[in-house]
């Protein structure tokens, strides 16, 4: 990774998804070169892929440059996915119905993040969330060599190991988010 890159780490969370009242955070993590700029948020009564979805919106929304060249990091697959493989083509394309028919969750957020794939260069990495380099039940190596396969080897163990951090830094944001607003 280079100092011309921009780093963006997301999460969210929900506490007490499954329910009709609940509390939701989200994180961002913004990195170019030496410079962070960290981000949360909350909101009452959402969803988890909501906050993803949020985390990620908000910190596009924090970049002042246009034509950046961004790596984004997130372990929520249904966000990377999306992106990956071009889900919202079909969506677009259909009346924003997905391929059960139905209309696609949290519409008006997508439309705010689709402008944004033409403003950057974006690439979008799943990670592994919730990792905790420091237990001894976690085989980084095993790890490392996942995220080998998945995007290649110009990553550094140590850049992996950073991404990590960072991944769990948002984290860590998206749950103060959720305590701000209990």
Not at 3 to 21: E, P, V
Not at 54 to 66: G, H, P
Not at 115 to 128: G, W
Request: glycine share 8%; with cysteine.
């Amino acid at each position: 990774m280079n100092d011309k890159t921009l780093r963006i780490y997301t999460d969210g969370g929900c506490s007490g998804n499954q329910h009709d009242r609940n509390l939701g955070g989200w994180g961002a993590v913004l990195e170019f070169g030496t410079a962070r700029k960290e981000l949360y948020g909350s909101e009452p009564n959402t969803t988890n892929n909501r906050m993803e979805m949020t985390a990620l919106l908000e910190a596009f929304k924090a970049i002042v440059r246009e034509n950046q060249n961004i790596i984004v990091f997130s372990d929520s697959s249904y966000l990377m996915d999306c992106f990956r493989q071009k889900w919202y083509v079909n969506w677009q394309r259909n009346g924003w119905r997905n391929s059960k028919k139905k209309p696609v969750a949290n519409r008006e957020i997508w439309e705010e993040l689709l402008p944004y794939l033409d403003r950057h260069q974006i690439t979008f990495c799943r990670v592994k969330g919730h990792v905790n380099l420091d237990s001894p039940q976690t085989n980084t190596d095993k790890l490392y060599e996942t995220f080998l396969k998945w995007y290649g080897s110009g990553y550094s163990y140590e850049e992996f190991v950073h991404v990590t951090e960072m991944n769990n830094r948002a984290d860590e944001l998206a749950n103060k988010g959720i305590d701000e607003i209990r």
